[in-house]
């Protein structure tokens, strides 16, 4: 069994940053092997893909956060990071980590807040 636990979330202007973090726990004693990235859900809107990473480091974003957000992996932490830079009120959303194993594993998601 896999357990997420999403961390990093809250307020920040126009134009700041956070890093977002997810840390797997459960009853293996490593996740390396297995992919994780984040989704996010605004008010009214459809989940969709933020980033996704594989353990190979090879990543993927959607164009709208493309070149100001950044996924990372350590692996002795068993813990994927999202930086996210030049934030934009648009982000706004519930942001989910998942791990995929055999089905698809999610953290209970944390709000990031963009506005002045």
């Known amino acids: 069994q896999v357990q997420l636990a999403e961390s990093g979330g809250g307020s920040v202007q126009p134009g700041g940053s956070r890093r977002l973090s997810c840390g797997a726990s459960?009853?293996?004693?490593?996740?390396?092997?297995?992919?994780m990235g984040w989704y996010r859900q605004a008010p009214g809107k459809q989940r969709e893909l933020v980033a996704a990473?594989?353990?190979?480091?090879?990543?993927n974003y959607a164009d709208s956060v493309k070149g100001r957000f950044t996924i990372s992996r350590e692996y002795a932490k068993n813990t994927v990071y999202l930086q996210m830079n030049s934030l934009k009120p648009e982000d706004t959303a519930i942001y989910y980590c998942?791990?995929?194993?055999?089905?698809?594993?999610w953290g209970r998601g944390t709000q990031v807040s963009v506005s002045s």
């Open positions: 990473i594989t353990t190979g480091g090879s990543t």
């Open positions: 459960g009853s293996r004693s490593t996740f390396t092997i297995y992919p």
């Open positions: 998942y791990l995929d194993e055999i089905g698809r594993y």
